[in-house]
């Protein structure tokens, strides 16, 4: 067993204690910041004199050459060791001898991995922005090409108000905007670094650590030891929103499911994305959106995990906090593969324009336009919305839709009715006539159109 504490010690851990008390089976995933930490920690070292040159020359190409064999394969990182940290220290003093002895000097575990966690949390949200991103390139180019393709807008998943797709789409932009948007706060907030802290109370060696911060990208250094070394509040901001993103891709997939229907057939799936049945022939499948809509559930037990973790901690480091890893590699895994599969399944996806209108049509949409028609020829809007009322009742009592009506039909509810009825009741009218800023109207969405193009340029 390799372990970096066994001086205090007279008899071997129980292996089952080992086991379960060693960490190196998830926590190798960060290999990498592991050794772009502790090179900025010996850099820093050997800026205070407490490392010489030839020191800090021969444990950074030691520790340049670990990483360079686990990622071509030469060395693997087995459960011999405790953890990633014991791994590379390890490795290191058996290429370089004496000098890797000095790496640890003026550092503990605690806030050892309060860096690492730090740092590939860091890059984690940077690979959270650019799948956001292409997923809002995707839906900005469905908004352009559909300003003008009718669809129903539903409130309590009944129809309710003509809109286009363009604007339906436009609204989960802003819900995945305001996700990105999060996702750079939780960056900024955490961008402070720990490394320097020690076990809970700092170091009596002449540590810069402003120094160790600007190499390894921070604003700063955190200003207190024990909140550095016992903070996992930016992984529970991070799981919150991942699980708000998976929510915005359940609420979406489960709008994809319902337009894939045989009854809406609103959309076609592409075959890449969707599977058949092995006993129904006539099935095609929308799986990726289900299993999208059933992994968000995973990714909100994840966040639970950890606020329940976290609620008895004392200051400052406990193991408990071990237990973060699991929970937060999962989750990210998970929303960054829904996040690059849904993208590619909307990229691809076919919709079916005609039954979308007709379906706006046939579903009273534009009854509310047919009520402010009469308010617009002097009949008040209450006596108006009884009016309106008595056509859906007979639309439905004749299974037509209310641009079916003759006008001697109309006019037998309200002789106010005149031929204008017709296009004032029409989607394109319906719609085009809405054009306050966020409404589904042409001229509404082309401004919308423009800001979004403006905000996803910005960089």
Same mark, same amino acid.
């Given at each position: ?8 010690? #007279? ?9 379960? !008390? ?24 050997? $800026? ?24 071509? =394969? ?22 370089? =001898? ?35 991103? +292409? ?5 900005? $180019? %469905? ?30 932009? +802003? ?10 706060? /939780? ?10 802290? =020690? ?14 911060? &600007?190499?390894?990208?921070?604003? *700063? ?22 699980? #708000? ?11 994809? /499911? ?26 095609? !499948?929308?799986? /990726?959106?289900?299993?999208?809509? *059933? ?7 994840? %966040? ?8 008895? /901690? ?11 890893? +699991? ?6 895994? #998970? ?8 993208? =590619? ?11 979308? &209108? ?9 009854? #509310? ?37 003759? %006008? +001697? ?36 969405? &082309? ?13």
């Amino acid at each position: 067993m390799a372990q970096l504490w066994g001086g205090r010690f #007279t008899k071997e851990t129980d292996q089952l204690v080992y086991n379960f !008390n060693a960490s190196i089976s998830f926590d190798k995933k960060f290999y990498e910041q592991d050794i772009r930490g502790s090179i900025a920690h010996v850099t820093m070292l050997e $800026k205070q004199g407490i490392l010489t040159e030839k020191e800090k020359e021969q444990i950074i190409e030691g520790l340049e050459g670990i990483k360079t064999d686990v990622e071509n =394969g030469t060395l693997e990182i087995t459960d011999k060791y405790e953890d990633i940290h014991s791994f590379v220290e390890a490795n290191l003093i058996e290429r370089i =001898g004496e000098p890797g002895k000095k790496l640890h000097t003026g550092r503990s575990r605690n806030d050892q991995v309060a860096l690492d966690m730090k740092l590939y949390t860091r890059d984690e949200i940077l690979e959270f922005d650019k799948l956001l991103k +292409e997923l809002l390139e995707v839906l900005l $180019k %469905l908004m352009k090409e559909n300003t003008e393709t009718y669809m129903p807008g539903f409130t309590h998943l009944q129809k309710a108000q003509p809109i286009t797709l363009a604007h339906h789409m436009g609204a989960y932009f +802003e819900m995945f905007k305001r996700d990105r948007l999060r996702m750079k706060d /939780i960056y900024n907030r955490m961008n402070y670094c720990p490394l320097g802290s =020690g076990a809970l109370a700092g170091t009596t060696y002449p540590l810069d650590r402003d120094y160790t911060a &600007e190499l390894l990208g921070f604003d *700063g250094p955190t200003l207190n030891s024990m909140d550095s070394v016992s903070d996992r509040d930016y992984l529970i901001e991070l799981l919150s929103a991942m699980s #708000t993103v998976m929510m915005h891709l359940s609420r979406f997939s489960e709008e994809v /499911i319902i337009w894939n229907s045989n009854e809406y057939q609103f959309v076609e799936i592409d075959d890449a994305y969707s599977t058949g049945s092995s006993i129904m022939p006539q099935k095609k !499948n929308p799986d /990726i959106a289900e299993l999208v809509r *059933g992994k968000t559930g995973r990714v909100y037990g994840a %966040l639970m995990s950890l606020l329940t973790s976290m609620k008895g /901690i004392p200051l400052a480091y406990n193991k408990d906090m071990q237990e973060d890893k +699991e929970f937060v590699f999962d989750a990210i895994d #998970t929303t960054k593969g829904c996040l690059a599969l849904f993208t =590619g399944m909307i990229g691809s996806m076919g919709f079916n324009h005609g039954r979308m &209108e007709d379906s706006a049509k046939n579903g009273f949409t534009n009854a #509310t336009d047919a009520a402010d028609y009469l308010v617009n020829h002097g009949v008040p809007f209450r006596d108006a919305h009884g009016i309106v009322g008595q056509l859906v009742l007979y639309c439905i009592e004749k299974k037509i839709a209310l641009d079916d009506m003759s %006008l +001697e039909e109309f006019r037998q509810i309200s002789p106010v009715f005149e031929e204008d009825i017709y296009d004032a009741i029409s989607m394109k009218t319906c719609v085009e006539m809405r054009n306050t800023l966020g409404a589904p109207g042409k001229a509404a969405m &082309e401004k919308v159109i423009a800001l979004q193009e403006a905000y996803l340029n910005v960089e």
